[in-house]
């Protein structure tokens, strides 16, 4: 038997049947070991997630700190070192839960000698779908990620941004309820971007769950409804991304069609407290200020969650 | 060729056994192997937490796996198999086999005595050499290239089981290898018969006359030789209406025919035929051997003339002496003319004698019917040493009236077979000459089976063997590399082949020791009887024979688990030797691979299962 066993710890109660909780981990921990057992990488450290039905969440954070390392832990690619990962309520290492699940892996590994056809055909033969259907749906995701002209050429012969594409087709195959994305977006082109975009976006208002993890942060800022920040496998941030990126010490005012007398009255009121009025508004920030500032942050303090604050819920 | 003892065995006989050894050797290993598991979890993460793991896996495997366990699924990846290697490496196979019997043709001695041996054990091994390597190198790949490549974890994390992905793989390469071997077959049989195929002319020369029986009488036909051809020629005789045969030469015949009204001395007017006899399944049918002592008392064996490797008993010359086969299932509608036999003997002489002319023996016909147990007068044979004999008993035959004075006809199927059973007796003639002999060397040849599907159960056999190598590749590469798994697998076929040579060192019936005891005797150049010294260092012998032994020891358990790959290679050899295969032994074999392709796939499953396939 191989170093970690593909059981899980000590079987805890079982979330509500009803839950909206989707993925859920409890202080998962994952240590890299070579061939001897000695230590390597702790590649992640207690990490406590929630990620609810319907919702896009986002996994942020620089090279190597452990957001496909956390993905492979949801699908049972790899066993966690301690703690525990599940997924609709099961867990990780449980094969039934892939039923409902499509997984992008960060490069696409398929089989090179298969066209387009043949590649999607063959993953649909692994879930219980109509040979019907199979075709169907075969031909509908092949269009959908415009492919149509290249369907009968081999996957060795694919671009990179042809072979992500396929690699999204494969991974939608079997209608799923959960997404897991590593990445999604590198190696497309802008417009295959934008369309991944809004691929992702259109499978959560079809009622979807999509966990996504990147470090492209205008992608995780166009679409993300919450985020959490990994740096060197330890959770810095977690919220609604919105709430995240809104300086709450800030107000800002703008306004229109006020009278000469009311705009007086405002600023008046303003100056009363010992203000400017500047305009007026809620500033936000971008994720990329956000985000620099949690790994600078993070990397004078380690150890330290960045900024301690209740996530909303 | 030899018949092994446990080949004599019908499929019943052999059930009852194997089934018995089956149910307690199952348990005992599938402890054992569980055992093994809870040892390496104990060691990972202490004795609880092992165990719990260990259990968990078992349960998963039976509450939860084998439940879901889907057909579909599993073909889905046997069809990528398929489409892997027709689009990868297959081909090329295909282009070395076609080769190899490109030029074949020039490297077999078509001079042999032969020819239909030398063809056939070409064919059989040249496809049982390549058809394992290409299954070694085929099976151990797949899963490997699949982890390092990362293809896998589209695979793992559809609803794929672990048993699901190493069947589905194992039945994919066992689909490419059935239609590899299938069309290997269909090329080899041709090959076999085309290389069995010749002509031969009449020569003028030696057209002549037969001279008649008896004075004035006219000529019972005509003789001839015929033309040298493919290293060979035959003469040949025919009957008075011009039809006959040839002799047998390089173990075939021809039919010959003269044209209708033309001129017995025109050698055009013969023509010689194509030939046959040569590509034959030859049925022998065994009976129970027993031996009776030089005072005609029933032994377990005969005498033993000090051969320590001889498998054959002796008896004495001019003593009572006998070697008795008891036959059964004989009915005259088979045999209609003559009983025909097949014996070997081997001869130990205690002086030369004649040399040249060979020992003499009698066979005697005796009815196992105890209430009238007749015999027939001995009928003489000149032995012919380790050398197939074909004896042809006639149905008519003599037998000696109560009080010695008068012979009567009696016949064999009439008087002598009882209940289809008969003893035959072979008995030594030649006063302290002994002829040695085991249960395969005299049996009764039954009408000949088809060749065609005799030649099918060859490869058949070979079939089963690949199958055997795709599982235990697959199996290894669920864990090791490919590099690592083609040697594993290596090993374990050939411990499957020399199984019963590692049982005979073990148990001390093979000489030489163990390896380093054979590598202490290479270097000293010391002969395998003699006892292992080192001078007066006693020790050092112990201490060698010691680790020998433990090696051994480990190596016999392993060869008890493996299949045993020389039984199943079987099937070749007779073929290749123009023997039937039996039926019976055939579907024992089917059996057997059925039950190792499961053992193996499931110890594949827990493999697959427990591997941590992103690590
Ligand atoms: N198979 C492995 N063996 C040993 N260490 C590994 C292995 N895979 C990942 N790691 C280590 O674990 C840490 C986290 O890796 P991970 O792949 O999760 O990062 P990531 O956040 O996905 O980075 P990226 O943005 O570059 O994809 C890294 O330090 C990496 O070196
Ligand atoms: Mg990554």
Same mark, same amino acid.
Not at chain 2, 46 to 71: Q, R
């Given at each position: 038997m191989s170093s970690d066993s593909a059981v899980a710890k000590r079987p805890q109660p079982q979330p509500a049947p009803q839950s909206d909780v989707v993925i859920e981990t409890h202080n998962l921990t994952k240590v890299y070991r070579d061939f001897w057992g000695r230590q390597k990488v702790r590649a992640l450290k207690a990490l406590d997630l929630e990620v609810r039905r319907g919702e896009i969440f986002g996994l942020l954070g620089p090279n190597g700190s452990g957001k496909t390392t956390t993905i492979k832990l949801l699908l049972g690619l790899l066993f966690p070192t301690s703690g525990r990962a599940l997924v609709f309520g099961q867990d990780a290492s449980d094969v039934s839960k892939n039923e409902r699940i499509g997984y992008l892996p960060e490069e696409s590994y398929l089989y090179k000698f298969l066209n387009a056809e043949e590649t999607l055909d063959f993953y649909a033969r692994l879930f219980n779908i109509p040979a019907a259907e199979r075709k169907e749906r075969v031909n509908r995701l092949i269009s959908e990620v415009k492919l149509d002209w290249a369907r009968r050429r081999q996957l060795k012969e694919y671009s990179k941004g042809m072979t992500r594409r396929i690699g999204l087709a494969q991974a939608l195959i079997n209608d799923p309820d959960l997404i897991l994305l590593d990445e999604p977006t590198t190696?497309?082109?802008?417009?295959?971007?934008?369309?991944?975009?809004?691929?992702?976006?259109?499978?959560?208002?079809?009622?979807?769950?999509?966990?996504?993890?990147? %470090?492209?942060?205008?992608?995780?800022?166009?679409?993300?409804?919450?985020?959490?920040?990994? %740096?060197?496998?330890?959770?810095?941030?977690?919220?609604?991304?919105?709430?995240?990126? $809104?300086?709450?010490?800030?107000?800002? +005012?703008?306004?229109?069609?006020?009278?000469?007398?009311?705009?007086?009255?405002?600023?008046?009121?303003?100056?009363? %407290?010992?203000?400017?009025?500047?305009?007026?508004?809620?500033? $936000?920030?971008?994720?990329?200020?956000? +985000?620099?500032?949690?790994?600078?942050?993070?990397?004078?303090?380690?150890?330290?969650r960045a900024h301690e604050r209740m996530e909303p819920r | 060729m030899e018949i092994r003892p446990e080949e004599f065995l019908t499929f019943a006989e052999w059930f009852g056994p194997a089934i018995k050894y089956f149910i307690i050797a199952v348990p005992v290993l599938t402890f054992l192997a569980i055992f093994g598991c809870f040892l390496v979890s104990a060691a990972r993460r202490?004795?609880?937490?092992?165990?719990?793991?260990?259990?968990?896996? #078992?349960?998963?495997? #039976?509450?939860?796996? &084998?439940?879901?366990?889907?057909?579909?699924?599993?073909?889905?990846?046997?069809? &990528?198999?398929?489409?892997e290697s027709i689009r990868r490496r297959v081909i090329v196979s295909f282009v070395i086999f076609a080769l190899i019997f490109l030029f074949a043709g020039w490297f077999l001695d078509r001079k042999s005595d032969d020819p239909a041996h030398l063809y056939l054990s070409f064919v059989l091994t040249t496809t049982t050499y390549l058809a394992i390597v290409l299954a070694l190198f085929l099976s151990t790949a797949s899963i490997p290239a699949d982890i390092k490549s990362r293809t896998i974890y589209t695979i793992v994390t559809k609803p794929v089981r672990a048993g699901e992905l190493v069947l589905g793989r194992i039945f994919g390469f066992v689909a490419v290898i059935t239609v590899l071997l299938a069309v290997m077959g269909v090329i080899s049989y041709f090959f076999v018969?085309?290389?069995?195929?010749?002509?031969?002319?009449?020569? !003028?020369?030696?057209?002549?006359?037969?001279?008649?029986?008896?004075?004035?009488?006219?000529?019972?036909?005509?003789?001839?030789?015929?033309?040298? *051809?493919?290293y060979h020629r035959h003469s040949w005789k025919v009957d008075d209406t011009g039809r006959g045969t040839t002799d047998k030469i390089m173990g075939h015949q021809h039919q010959v025919t003269r044209s209708q009204d033309a001129d017995p001395s025109d050698p055009v =007017?013969?023509?010689?035929?194509?030939?046959?006899?040569? &590509?034959?399944?030859?049925?022998?049918?065994?009976?129970?051997?027993?031996?009776?002592?030089?005072?005609? *008392? !029933?032994?377990?064996?005969?005498?033993?003339?000090?051969?320590?490797?001889?498998?054959?008993?002796?008896?004495?010359?001019?003593?009572?002496?006998? =070697?008795?086969?008891?036959?059964?299932?004989?009915?005259?509608?088979?045999?209609?003319?003559?009983?025909?036999?097949?014996?070997?003997?081997?001869?130990?002489?205690?002086?030369?004698?004649?040399?040249?002319t060979g020992v003499r023996g009698i066979i005697i016909l005796k009815s196992t019917d105890p209430r009238n147990p007749i015999q027939c007068e001995p009928i003489g044979f000149i032995s012919r040493e380790y050398e197939l004999q074909q004896l042809h008993i006639p149905r008519k035959l003599r037998m000696e009236s109560a009080d010695g004075a008068s012979q009567r006809e009696i016949d064999l199927f009439a008087d002598l077979v009882h209940e289809g059973e008969l003893d035959i007796i072979v008995r030594c003639?030649? /006063?302290?000459?002994?002829?040695?002999?085991?249960? /395969?060397?005299?049996? #009764?040849? =039954?009408?000949?089976? !088809?060749?065609?599907? *005799?030649?099918?159960?060859?490869?058949?056999?070979?079939?089963?063997?690949? #199958?055997?190598?795709?599982?235990?590749?697959?199996?290894?590469?669920t864990f090791l590399s490919t590099p690592v798994a083609i040697l594993g697998t290596m090993f374990a076929v050939l411990l499957g082949f020399f199984g019963s040579f590692v049982q005979d060192l073990w148990t001390g019936k093979a000489w030489g020791g163990g390896p380093i005891e054979a590598l202490i005797r290479l270097v000293n150049q010391d002969n395998v009887v003699t006892p292992l010294q080192f001078g007066n260092f006693e020790l050092g012998v112990h201490i060698v024979k010691f680790m020998d032994k433990v090696y051994l020891t480990i190596v016999r358990a392993l060869s008890g688990v493996l299949p045993d790959f020389s039984g199943l290679g079987r099937a070749s050899e007779y073929v290749a030797y123009s023997f039937n295969y039996y039926d019976q032994l055939l579907a024992r074999q089917c059996l057997t691979t059925f039950v190792y392709v499961t053992a193996i796939a499931i110890v594949g499953y827990f493999f697959m299962r427990t591997r941590e396939v992103a690590a």
């Open positions: 190696g497309l082109d802008p417009m295959g971007s934008r369309e991944m975009k809004d691929t992702i976006l259109r499978l959560r208002d079809e009622g979807k769950t999509v966990l996504l993890c990147s %470090h492209l942060l205008p992608d995780i800022q166009d679409v993300c409804d919450r985020i959490a920040i990994l %740096h060197s496998g330890e959770l810095k941030e977690l919220g609604r991304i919105d709430t995240l990126l $809104t300086l709450q010490d800030e107000t800002q +005012f703008r306004a229109k069609g006020l009278t000469k007398a009311a705009e007086d009255e405002i600023r008046q009121v303003i100056e009363k %407290h010992g203000g400017t009025l500047v305009g007026m508004d809620h500033p $936000t920030t971008t994720l990329e200020d956000l +985000f620099l500032s949690i790994v600078r942050e993070s990397e004078a303090h380690p150890g330290r | 202490g004795p609880v937490e092992g165990f719990y793991a260990v259990a968990t896996v #078992i349960a998963t495997a #039976i509450g939860k796996d &084998l439940p879901a366990a889907s057909l579909r699924r599993t073909l889905a990846i046997a069809r &990528l198999t398929v489409k018969v085309r290389g069995m195929e010749h002509e031969h002319g009449v020569l !003028p020369e030696g057209l002549a006359a037969l001279a008649p029986v008896a004075e004035g009488d006219a000529s019972p036909g005509w003789e001839g030789t015929t033309t040298m *051809n493919s =007017a013969y023509e010689i035929g194509a030939p046959y006899g040569a &590509l034959v399944a030859r049925v022998p049918i065994y009976g129970q051997m027993r031996f009776l002592d030089s005072e005609g *008392n !029933p032994t377990q064996k005969g005498i033993s003339v000090g051969k320590e490797w001889e498998y054959r008993s002796y008896i004495e010359g001019r003593t009572l002496a006998s =070697a008795i086969w008891r036959f059964q299932g004989l009915s005259d509608r088979d045999y209609p003319e003559y009983l025909p036999l097949g014996l070997t003997l081997s001869v130990f002489r205690t002086y030369k004698g004649d040399i040249v003639d030649d /006063a302290v000459q002994y002829f040695g002999m085991a249960q /395969a060397d005299l049996y #009764i040849e =039954a009408p000949d089976a !088809p060749f065609g599907w *005799n030649f099918a159960k060859g490869y058949i056999g070979i079939w089963l063997q690949m #199958i055997i190598v795709v599982c235990l590749g697959v199996m290894f590469s």
